[in-house]
């Protein structure tokens, strides 16, 4: 049974955390949950999108829901924000007692008021003697995002940056700074220059990619999505002392598709695989030895 205090292994205070709790598409799959990536930094856990099963993904990694500080949204496809109901509920009747706070592109608010709507009965119900859950806990701050820096405690700092999603506007990709160390988030985006621009000197960048471009029969003017030979294009230009894949539906050649554009350090996310960035960049699988990062799949 997992405890849901909590007791994950918290980064040196000198470096960042990152664990990809979900790495996967809208298909469902039990291997690799929706997209959400947790970052750790300066004594703050955000989160960056919320897909299918992200409270359990947070319960397996040891960390209560309660504690996250603010969510960041990329964009507002359902399996991008599917989690939020869950994420949202179940922090605030495990000891949550302030406000969860979201950041996110036009439409969050409107989707957050509706979520209050909808969850009416359950909030009512909750709220009622005997052991009434605390009010502030149930409360929801949203705010719509442009593009710049969005959250600064002084220790740590958010910066949103537009991407190209195709029909989907605005979309968004992040970058976290702290303690001198940065992590860059696509988010859902085709090859954008203005993601290069923004993630240029970020330590890891994590980057979507929906598999070879060689296999997919759409036309690259049509995609919404970047194939993996268009994030080893990201990668080449930023040059991070990781580069990271996610949200990808199939990872046969992959790896082989990124190579052909991009020869520095790689990783193929998992669920639950955990990144330290500090002075260098490691990753490390659940069940498996910390990754040497060499050349291998």
């Not at 359902?78 to 109901?85: L, Q």
């Not at 968004?172 to 923004?198: A, E, P, W």
Request: aromatic letters at 8%; glycine letters at 10%.
């Amino acid at each position: 049974m997992c405890m849901l205090d909590n007791i994950s292994a918290d980064a040196h205070s000198d470096e960042m955390r990152v664990t990809l709790l979900g790495t996967g598409t809208p298909f469902p799959n039990a291997e690799r949950f929706g997209s959400a990536i947790l970052v750790e930094a300066g004594g703050k856990k955000l989160l960056f999108d919320c897909g299918r099963g992200v409270v359990i993904r947070l319960a397996q990694a040891g960390v209560n829901p309660k504690d996250i500080d603010g969510l960041f949204l990329t964009h507002l496809h359902s399996d991008h924000v599917v989690g939020i109901p869950d994420l949202w509920l179940s922090g605030w009747f495990l000891g949550r007692s302030k406000p969860l706070r979201i950041w996110g592109p036009q439409g969050t608010s409107s989707m957050v008021e509706h979520l209050v709507q909808a969850f009416a009965f359950d909030i009512h119900i909750r709220q009622a003697p005997p052991d009434p859950l605390p009010s502030k806990g149930v409360e929801i701050d949203a705010q719509e995002v442009a593009q710049g820096e969005i959250y600064n405690d002084g220790l740590t700092r958010v910066s949103a940056f537009l991407v190209d999603h195709g029909t989907v506007k605005p979309a968004f990709g992040y970058r976290v700074d702290s303690m001198g160390h940065s992590v860059v988030i696509s988010g859902d985006t085709k090859f954008c220059q203005n993601l290069v621009d923004f993630a240029k000197g970020a330590d890891c960048l994590i980057h979507a990619a929906w598999g070879a471009g060689w296999k997919s029969p759409t036309p690259p003017s049509k995609r919404s999505i970047a194939s993996a030979e268009d994030a080893g294009r990201v990668f080449a230009s930023v040059k991070p002392k990781l580069g990271i894949i996610y949200h990808y539906n199939d990872e046969q050649g992959l790896w082989d598709a990124v190579r052909k554009e991009y020869k520095g350090p790689l990783a193929i996310g998992k669920d639950l695989m955990t990144i330290n960035v500090g002075k260098t960049v490691t990753s490390q699988e659940k069940s498996s030895a910390k990754s040497t990062l060499d050349d291998k799949p």
